[in-house]
Nanobody
Framework: ERLVESGGGLVQAGGSLRLSCTASGFDLDAWAIGWFRQAPGKGREGVGC???????YYGESVEGRFAVSRDNAKNTVYLQMNSLKPEDTAVHYCRWTNGLYEIWGQGTQVTVSS
């Protein structure tokens, strides 16, 4: 059972990226999935999450720029990132939890140049 993120890369400020978080070994459809990020020298920050019925919640720093969605047929959750800023530079992770256990992906690097 694992989560795999993809879609990171280098982009100029103002650009967009879409990250994917795909589960293998278990189904995501009954669970909320969270996105987090960690910049160099900083703690892990919550970016957004999506509930099993597709309600979404966002951190203040990304509200209005980022959007989380899910495609249960593909067992994948997405993080659409628009109007990227240099301060969005970080390793981005997705996370599953059932309250007792958690699974984190390996992370994908997002770098935004000014």
């Amino acid at each position: 059972e694992r989560l795999v993120e993809s879609g990171g890369g280098l982009v100029q400020a103002g650009g967009s990226l879409r990250l994917s978080c795909t589960a293998s070994g278990f189904d995501l459809d009954a669970w909320a999935i969270g996105w987090f990020r960690q910049a160099p020298g900083k703690g892990r920050e919550g970016v957004g999450c999506i509930s099993s019925d597709s309600r979404t919640y966002y951190g203040e720093s990304v509200e209005g720029r980022f959007a989380v969605s899910r495609d249960n047929a593909k067992n994948t959750v997405y993080l659409q990132m628009n109007s990227l800023k240099p301060e969005d530079t970080a390793v981005h992770y997705c996370r599953w939890t059932n309250g007792l256990y958690e699974i984190w992906g390996q992370g994908t690097q997002v770098t935004v140049s000014s």
